[in-house]
T-cell receptor, first 114, second 111 residues
Framework: KAGVTQTPRYLIKTRGQQVTLSCSPI?????VSWYQQTPGQGLQFLFE???????NKGNFPGRFSGRQFSNSRSEMNVSTLELGDSALYLC?????????????FGSGTRLTVV | QKEVEQDPGPLSVPEGAIVSLNCTYS??????FMWYRQYSRKGPELLMY????GNKEDGRFTAQVDKSSKYISLFIRDSQPSDSATYLC???????????FGKGTLLTVNP
């Protein structure tokens, strides 16, 4: 059974550029969440999608956005990149609506902004 | 105050030792409590999952939740070098389903 797949694994971008990260959840999982992980702040929640609808959003600026497609695959976009956006971006999928099903993480996309 | 506090360590123990990892939380709405293990260059892997207060055991791992004191613990018995990783506690509850994480504790088990 394939796990959560995130692409690309590594990315280097220049300040001011924009970037799109992709996440394919486990087959049958309908909930996809995104997290940013940095050494200083740890793992911080970005947003969560369920059945193509954003249900929750964390405290990140509007430069961070996302969407979910009808096949549950999700993308997140960061516009006007800043040096502080350098981080590991993690996607997690869950079977259904609610935390009692657990969350499975992908290996992440490591974004470096120079 | 962060909603979930975790001692970042690092923690270094000899092989075979009992390891105790702890977190505290402040949000009374938290109902679900999880422990994740993260190896270098990998995503977090779910280790243990507990609903409300109580103990849960899985092999060498035991998770404890005390909601009265808002305390979360993970015990690892007979620790192995392969247990060397960062351990993250996380909680969920209330009206949204976002995971709130502690910052993680880096554990090294020395052979």
């Amino acid at each position: 059974k394939a796990g959560v797949t995130q692409t690309p694994r590594y990315l280097i971008k220049t300040r001011g550029q924009q970037v799109t990260l992709s996440c394919s959840p486990i087959s049958g999982h309908r909930s996809v969440s995104w997290y940013q992980q940095t050494p200083g702040q740890g793992l911080q929640f970005l947003f969560e999608y369920f059945s193509e609808t954003q249900r929750n959003k964390g405290n990140f600026p509007g430069r961070f956005s996302g969407r979910q497609f009808s096949n549950s695959r999700s993308e997140m976009n960061v516009s006007t990149l800043e040096l502080g956006d350098s981080a590991l971006y993690l996607c997690a999928s869950s079977l259904a609506n609610g935390p009692n099903y657990g969350y499975t993480f992908g290996s992440g996309t490591r974004l470096t902004v120079v | 105050q962060k909603e979930v506090e975790q001692d970042p360590g690092p923690l270094s123990v000899p092989e075979g030792a009992i390891v105790s990892l702890n977190c505290t939380y402040s949000n009374s709405a938290f109902q679900y409590f999880m422990w994740y293990r993260q190896y270098s260059r990998k995503g977090p892997e779910l280790l243990m999952y507990t609903y409300s207060s109580g103990n849960k055991e899985d092999g060498r791992f035991t998770a404890q939740v005390d909601k009265s004191s808002k305390y979360i613990s993970l015990f690892i018995r007979d620790s192995q070098p392969s247990d060397s990783a960062t351990y993250l506690c996380a909680s969920v509850g209330g009206s949204n389903y976002k995971l709130t994480f502690g910052k993680g504790t880096l554990l090294t088990v020395n052979p």
